[in-house]
């Protein structure tokens, strides 16, 4: 089970911080990544974070402005969002892929998905 939290409505150059609690899986054994869908458009895969702490960014637009983290103690991952643009609205999801070492930013590698939290970026 995966359940995030702490999205909202935040002014633009603002800041958000998502968490991403999990249970019922071996969580420093699994890479999490992260995906947004915005109104009107498929759900695009944000970054990873690999079980090491290694992480990847998959959509330019956040390279330098979203910072990922995890704790292998709490079953948690973090998304550290910063410089909020409007075009970073929409449903932001954590998901567990299939396969354990897994960073992929395709949503048909994952098999378990959080109900999603949402960020709205507006003045």
């Known amino acids: 089970q995966l359940v995030e939290s702490g999205g909202g409505l935040v002014q633009p150059g603002g800041s958000l911080k998502l968490s991403c609690t999990t249970s019922g899986f071996p969580f420093n054994e699994f890479g999490i990544g992260w995906f947004r869908q915005a109104p009107g458009k498929e759900r695009e895969g944000v970054s990873c974070?690999?079980?090491?702490?290694?992480?990847?960014e998959n959509v330019d637009v956040v390279k330098g402005r979203f910072t990922m983290s995890r704790d292998n103690v709490e079953n948690t991952a973090y998304l550290q969002m910063d410089s909020l643009l409007p075009e970073d609205t929409g449903i932001y999801y954590c998901a567990k892929p299939q396969e354990k070492r897994s960073c992929s930013p395709r949503p048909d590698d994952y098999d378990a998905w959080g109900q999603g939290t949402q960020v709205t970026i507006s003045s």
């Open positions: 974070i690999a079980p090491s702490g290694g992480t990847t």
